[in-house]
C-alpha cells in the first residue's frame, strides 16, 4: 500500500483490533495515512504486514501519560507543521460485576482507560489538531467512541457504562470549548458489534461473585451478552461510520449504530425509566418486591 496523505493523517487508539483496527482499514482506503496505537510490538507487526507503510504505529497506553505525550511529539515530527486532521479515541476496556461486589480500585481501572486515558490522548494531541495556531491546514475533529451503555446503564456493567456516561458528558463540553480552535467533537455510540471483546468476555471469571446474591443471574446475563455481541454489526460498518464522521461537511454530533435501534435505543427512552427497571428485573429473575 502507499504511505497515504499526510494531508489526512489520523491517530486511532485502541487499534489491534475491533473498531480500532477497522477504523484504520477505513481510513488507509481512503487514501489517509495512520497512526494506530496499540501496547504491544506484535500488534505493531501485524498492522505493518495488513497496511504496509500506510501506517505509522505507535506504541503505548493511553493511561500512561507520559508516553502518550512521547507518542504525540512523534507524529508531530512526521507531520511537520501540517495539522492533524483526525483523532479517534477508541481504546476502551470493560469491568463486569455486581457493583456491591466490585472493589474502588476496579472502577479506578475503568476510569484509567475509558475516561482518564481519553483526556491524556486528547490534551497530548490537541495542539496538532489546532489548538496551536502556527500549524497549518484545516482544524481537526475529535471522534469520541461511546456506546448504548454511555445513555442507558444496564445490570452488571456498571463502571462501563459510568465511563462512557462521563465520556458522554465529557464531549459535550469539550465541543463546546473547542469552537474556539474550530476543532468538532462527534460522538458514536455503538451497540453489539462483532468484535475479538466478545471472545474476552467469555473468558471473564465470574465465579468470584459465586458466594453473592446475583450468582444465579450472573451466567445467564453473560452468555445473553456474549451471543448478542456475536451476532452484532461488523466492526467495519462502525470503521466506515468514523470516517464519514471525520469527513462530512455536515456531520451531527453524535450517532447511533445499532443492529436493533427500535428496541435498543428507541423503545426504553419512550418507556418509563421504572418499566424498564421492571423488565430488566424480571429477564434477570430478581424477586417481587412489595
Not at 483526525?86 to 461486589?101: E, K, Q, R, S
Not at 428485573?281 to 430478581?286: C, H
Request: charged fraction near 20%.
Amino acid at each position: 500500500m502507499t504511505k497515504g496523505s499526510l494531508d489526512r493523517a489520523v491517530v486511532v487508539t485502541g487499534a489491534s483490533t475491533g473498531i480500532g483496527r477497522a477504523a484504520v482499514a477505513s481510513a488507509v482506503r481512503a487514501g489517509a495515512h495512520v497512526f494506530p496505537t496499540v501496547r504491544k510490538e506484535a500488534d505493531a507487526q501485524s498492522l505493518r504486514a495488513e497496511f504496509g507503510e500506510a501506517v505509522t504505529p505507535l506504541i503505548f497506553d493511553v493511561a500512561d501519560e507520559a508516553a502518550v505525550r512521547a507518542g504525540a511529539a512523534q507524529v508531530a515530527q512526521v507531520l511537520g507543521d501540517r495539522r492533524l486532521f483526525g483523532l479517534v479515541n477508541n481504546a476502551g476496556i470493560a469491568v463486569p460485576g455486581p457493583l456491591l461486589h466490585l472493589d474502588t480500585d476496579e472502577l479506578r481501572r475503568q476510569f484509567e482507560i475509558n475516561f482518564f486515558g481519553v483526556h491524556n490522548v486528547t490534551r497530548a494531541f490537541a495542539d496538532l489538531l489546532g489548538a496551536d495556531p502556527n500549524r497549518t491546514g484545516r482544524p481537526g475533529r475529535i471522534i469520541m467512541i461511546s456506546s448504548v451503555g454511555g445513555q442507558n446503564g444496564a445490570p452488571f456493567v456498571g463502571p462501563y457504562a459510568a465511563s462512557k456516561f462521563a465520556l458522554e458528558g465529557y464531549s459535550q463540553s469539550l465541543r463546546r470549548e473547542l469552537m474556539l480552535y474550530g476543532i468538532d467533537v462527534i460522538v458514536i455510540g455503538p451497540g453489539a458489534i462483532a468484535t475479538p471483546i466478545w471472545d474476552k468476555a467469555e473468558q471473564n471469571d465470574l465465579k468470584r461473585f459465586s458466594n453473592t446474591p446475583y450468582a444465579p443471574m450472573l451466567e445467564g446475563v453473560a452468555n445473553f451478552m456474549v451471543t448478542q455481541g456475536r451476532k452484532g454489526l461488523p466492526a467495519s460498518k462502525v470503521g466506515d461510520l468514523i470516517w464519514r464522521c471525520l469527513t462530512d461537511p455536515s456531520a451531527k454530533v453524535r450517532y447511533a449504530i445499532l443492529r436493533r435501534p427500535f428496541m435498543d435505543r428507541t423503545l426504553p427512552s419512550l418507556l418509563n425509566p421504572r418499566t424498564v427497571d421492571r423488565i430488566y428485573a424480571k429477564r434477570l429473575g430478581f424477586p417481587k418486591r412489595p
